[in-house]
């Protein structure tokens, strides 16, 4: 997969895809189902597959939200876009040019003259432009006038509601991975450089791989059974093992972060990217009255958690 950063300046071997346009925050059932339809356009025109998105989120550049929302890093999307098969990922900047133009504008500068797109795919409820002006049957009406096809994809919806990032951060928050799952199509994930940390785990017979959670929702603080991928390095696979994500409270820890144990791994892990998939929520974070006492219970959270990825 090619990312295309600078959309002033395209080479024309990167025009002409099929896109598909949003945030993809999370790459849910939802968004996958308006990429199928993307690939299916892209066939239908003999065209690249792509995808249209924006950095930083347009919701961080606002300022909406005074706290980490974000499922997902552009890294980690770019990540799952690529096994989705997208050949072409238009990461727009998303600055205060970007901001000011009309929908109509938006259309014919990013979508028709500067991609070059010969057809786009939006959710029903996709808004363009400034102040949000535009409507995906608008973004319809100006692709007619303009040379690019437009598909409107329907909402996607399950028996337990309507498939949106909003309702997978509030399963999270829950402590609710599974049903963060169910509407994702994938284990949520959390991924990142491992970094070091105070090498307190080792200490203790349980050395993690521990990654930052700036900048993400924060799940519910806890420990999880987890599945970890690791995507770089000599010791690149697939692993299983126990993650606390949190604050540290038998430390006074104050910065959340995910620190992850390796079932039966042996290696160093520094400078290698990891990508750790919440499978279950085992317990909240505790303070225990010493360290034996944490142990007795990392043992017992081990334990639960093997149990549980045997079968997940």
Request: aromatic share 2%.
């Given at each position: 997969m090619r990312i295309?950063?600078?959309t002033l300046y395209i080479a024309p071997e990167d025009r002409g895809a099929a896109a598909a346009i949003g945030n993809f925050d999370g790459v849910h059932?939802?968004?996958?189902?308006?990429?199928?339809?993307?690939?299916?356009?892209?066939?239908?025109?003999?065209?690249p597959l792509g995808i249209m998105t924006f950095e930083p989120h347009p919701r961080s550049y606002f300022g909406r939200d005074p706290k980490p929302f974000?499922?997902?890093?552009a890294e980690a999307r770019a990540n799952r876009l690529e096994r989705l098969g997208v050949e072409k990922l238009y990461e727009v900047p998303f600055n205060a040019t970007l901001a000011d133009l009309t929908a109509e504008a938006f259309a014919r500068d990013i979508i028709h003259d500067s991609l070059?797109?010969?057809?786009?795919?939006?959710?029903a409820d996709f808004c363009f432009g400034k102040g949000r002006e535009g409507t995906a049957d608008?973004?319809?009406a100006f692709g007619a006038e303009m040379g690019f096809g437009v598909t409107i994809a329907p909402m996607k919806t399950l028996p337990t509601g309507q498939v949106s990032s909003t309702a997978i951060r509030d399963a999270l928050t829950d402590g609710r991975p599974g049903d963060a799952a169910a509407m994702l199509g994938h284990w949520h994930r959390l991924e990142g450089e491992v970094i070091r940390g105070h090498q307190r785990g080792r200490e203790m017979g349980y050395p993690t791989a521990n990654i930052s959670i700036d900048g993400l929702h924060m799940p519910k603080f806890g420990v999880y059974a987890v599945k970890i991928d690791v995507l770089d390095g000599p010791h690149a696979g697939k692993y299983t093992g126990?993650?606390?994500i949190g604050v540290r409270p038998m430390f006074d820890g104050y910065h959340p972060n995910c620190e992850t144990f390796i079932f039966?791994?042996?290696?160093d892990l520094y400078g290698?990217?990891?990508s750790v998939a919440l499978v279950d929520y085992l317990r909240p974070e505790l303070k225990f009255d010493g360290i034996d006492a944490l142990i007795t219970q990392m043992d017992a959270d081990c334990a639960e958690a093997r149990k549980i990825l045997a079968d997940a």
């Open positions: 295309i950063r600078d059932l939802g968004h996958q189902a308006v990429i199928d339809l993307a690939r299916d356009a892209a066939k239908a025109h003999d065209a974000r499922l997902m890093n070059g797109l010969k057809h786009v795919v939006v959710g608008d973004l319809q126990a993650a606390s039966d791994f042996k290696g290698s990217t990891v």
